[in-house]
């Protein structure tokens, strides 16, 4: 895939790469994010200390000044999961945010990154677009969120939300957390409607409205899709954002469950 304008819905990639923007992930293929665009589209400015556990995750590399590349998901005191496609960079490049409504100021708290796991299959298959980081320095005291385990979490209907600090295409403030309510949308839909992209019903999400108006979009890559007070899902991909007939997709966290946390402990 390519990125979620096109395809991946990760912010910028290293400086040599400009302001390119890009989506979500495509399926058959796993190339770094490229560049920022928008954010939560159609949604509300959120607050971080309602959702503390929403983690900002900065690049050295990224063209805006603020820093802005992805988001991620605190889920253990030095543990974020975030998206694979967003952790092709070294791990030093990285600052994970916590605590910071807006990105151009400069409260909360931060940390560099010390090492990142990425899932061992994505780019050779379709999916797998999940990553682990450790933290340097622990976010303790910070609620953290659990994984969601039962695939059958991925029921069409299921009201599930999504946060992030990416672009609005004009709907809201940019670089400014923000939430919208993407209710699943079931495997059949986004199979039909992404056969020639390659969505994978066992691994993905697809959430969102048919008619569109509501969705994540570049610069929430990575970020969480929330069911229930669990991690439902990461940000990954999609055509455009919140054009009509194509929903945004999210990597099924319950599908890699296992995988994550034993890089969780």
């Known amino acids: 895939m390519t990125g979620r304008l096109q395809l991946v819905r990760a912010a910028v990639a290293a400086g040599v790469l400009a302001a390119a923007s890009i989506g979500a992930v495509s399926a058959s293929a796993a190339p770094a994010p490229d560049g920022p665009h928008t954010r939560i589209v ?20 990224s063209p805006v ?4 590349y992805c988001g991620s998901t605190l889920v253990a005191a030095n543990k974020i999961v975030t998206a694979a496609h967003c952790s092709t960079e070294a791990a030093g490049t990285y600052t994970a945010v916590q605590g910071r409504d807006k990105l151009s100021d400069s409260g909360g708290q931060t940390s560099k990154i010390t090492s990142i796991w990425v899932d061992p299959d994505y780019g050779k298959e379709s999916g797998h677009d999940v990553a682990v980081m450790t933290l340097a320095t622990p ?3 910070v609620p953290t ?6 695939a059958a979490a991925d ?8 946060y992030g600090w990416g672009s609005t295409e004009g709907t809201g403030p940019d670089d400014t957390f923000q939430k919208v309510a993407v209710p699943v949308l079931g495997d059949a839909y986004c199979s039909d409607v992404y056969a020639s992209e390659g969505y994978t019903a066992a691994g993905e999400i697809c959430a969102g409205y048919k008619d569109g108006g509501k969705d ?3 610069g929430d ?14 940000v990954s991909w999609g055509v455009g954002c919140a054009d009509a007939g194509n929903p ?3 990597a099924e966290v319950a599908t890699y469950s296992a995988e994550l946390q034993a890089q969780i402990g």
């Open 139 to 141: 976010f303790t005291g």
């Open 155 to 162: 029921a069409e209907g299921a009201a599930s939300v999504v």
């Open 42 to 61: 159609g949604g509300d400015i959120a607050h971080t200390a309602d959702a503390p556990w929403a983690i900002a995750l900065n690049n050295s590399g």
């Open 65 to 68: 000044p603020s820093g802005q």
């Open 248 to 250: 945004g997709v999210y």
């Open 221 to 234: 890559s990575g970020g969480p899709l929330v069911l229930d007070g669990r991690l439902f899902g990461v």
């Open 145 to 150: 969120l659990a994984l969601e385990t039962s």
């Open 216 to 218: 994540s979009c570049q």
